[in-house]
């Protein structure tokens, strides 16, 4: 069973730095695109960070410059940092990874995994 695990959530000040980590487990033959979304209270779920396999970036507009996204292909892992956090970044965020796993007969497969999400709150 693939499953992915965040850790880094909390509560931080407008203004202030917090890091997401997330990491793969199981049996996982490769994993593909990874990435960030978060969901606000009352809104839909929404991309924040992408990265390839081969390092390629992508964000919108809403948290470029402000936020940047890692991965460790080595270790299965992917990392988000925040800086110069808004109450409006205040949200679940949720890790995202496109896996190829062994399925029927261990032939790979592709599968999209998420995270249980991660609370981050930016307030006063």
């Known amino acids: 069973q693939v499953q992915l695990i965040e850790s880094g959530g909390g509560l931080v000040q407008p203004g202030g730095s917090l890091r997401l980590s997330c990491a793969a487990s199981g049996s996982i033959f490769s994993i593909n695109t ?3 979304y978060r ?3 009352g809104k839909q779920r929404e991309l924040v960070a992408t990265i390839t396999r081969g390092l390629d ?6 948290v470029k410059g402000r936020f940047t996204i890692s991965r460790d292909n080595a270790k299965n892992t992917v990392s988000l940092q925040m800086s110069s956090l808004k109450p409006e970044d ?12 062994p399925g029927q007969a261990d032939r790979p497969i592709w599968r999209e995994v998420w995270g249980q999400g991660t609370l981050v709150t930016v307030s006063s």
Not at 57 to 62: I, K, L, N, Q
Not at 90 to 101: F, G, H, R, S
């Open 34 to 36: 990874m990435g960030w």
């Open 39 to 41: 969901q606000a209270p």
């Open 57 to 62: 970036t992508d964000y919108p507009d809403t």
């Open 90 to 101: 205040t949200a679940v965020y949720y890790c995202y990874a496109a896996m190829l796993v």
